[in-house]
């Protein structure tokens, strides 16, 4: 059995995660902002990933242990517009999706045993050229596509593997709460009132194909267990998004503005 570290375990994916990997014998250290449960079985460790300090204690704390992976659960979703969102908001959300996997990284890799794995979990989108009011979210999960692909040539001389988990839609808090960002943003924006509003109708329909947690956690379990673990896992992708993806560049750029005008 193995030892894994898991960041956003309080969140529906990441505490999924941590539930099937202690439910199947593994010892778990979950590191999270907000308070976990421990009678989930896994041990809480609190730390911000936004807050080199809070993670280097949370280090400290596991350092002891020889980890046989690390697990990247933590995320945010916003649905805003990249001319009309606060500076605040995008520099959080690169914060969180992309540097927060790089602090993670900096201090536990050098906690792992050799043949360690590290599992990222990216989106659907992360490939796709980007949907309207998606911008800042596909952005970050492009990023963190790239910095996956140069840590994997890396590591791989430590002997240590990387997967990388692309999921659709998936039935956790995400979805309620990116339906009331987009709400907030259509009352808000000055320049998309009309398009946004078709837009939601859109989110919507590409949210209402999502599976439970759970499906992920499995995956990410395959992805730190199996001899040969694939590259890239992809779970749940939209027909529609990835019918829009083929068409070439131009082509996407008139179907938003026949759909969204």
């Known amino acids: 059995m193995g030892n894994y570290l898991v960041t956003g375990a309080c969140g529906g994916m990441g505490s ?122 596909a952005v970050t999960k492009t990023a963190v596509e790239r910095y996956a692909a140069a840590l994997r040539m890396e590591v791989q001389l430590l002997g240590h593997r990387v997967a990388l988990i692309r999921p659709g839609a998936v039935k956790t808090n995400m979805l309620p709460a990116s339906t009331a960002k987009l709400d907030r943003f259509c009352a808000s924006t000055a320049l998309y009132r009309c398009n946004a509003d078709r837009f939601r109708r859109i989110v919507n329909r590409v949210e209402a194909k999502n599976v439970p947690p759970e499906r992920i956690a499995q995956t990410v379990e395959a992805a730190l267990t199996a001899a040969h673990p694939r590259l890239t896992y992809c779970v749940n992708r939209n027909p529609l998004l990835l019918l829009y993806g083929a068409l070439p560049a131009r082509m996407q750029l008139w179907a938003i503005r026949m759909i969204l005008s």
């Open 16 to 137: 999924a995660i941590c539930r099937r990997l202690t439910e199947n014998g593994h010892c778990v250290w979950g590191i999270d902002r907000a308070e976990g449960a421990p009678a989930e079985g896994w041990t809480f460790v609190r730390a911000d990933l936004t807050d080199t300090d809070t993670l280097r204690a949370a280090a400290d704390r596991i350092g002891a242990v020889e980890l046989d992976g690390i697990v990247h659960a933590a995320g945010i979703y916003d649905l805003n517009s990249l001319i009309e969102m606060p500076e605040e908001d995008f520099v959080r959300d690169f914060d969180v999706n992309l540097f927060g996997m790089f602090r993670v990284n900096r201090l536990f890799v050098p906690l792992l045993r050799r043949g360690g794995r590290i599992v990222m979990i990216s989106s659907e989108l992360a490939p796709l050229c980007p949907m309207p009011f998606t911008g800042i979210y």
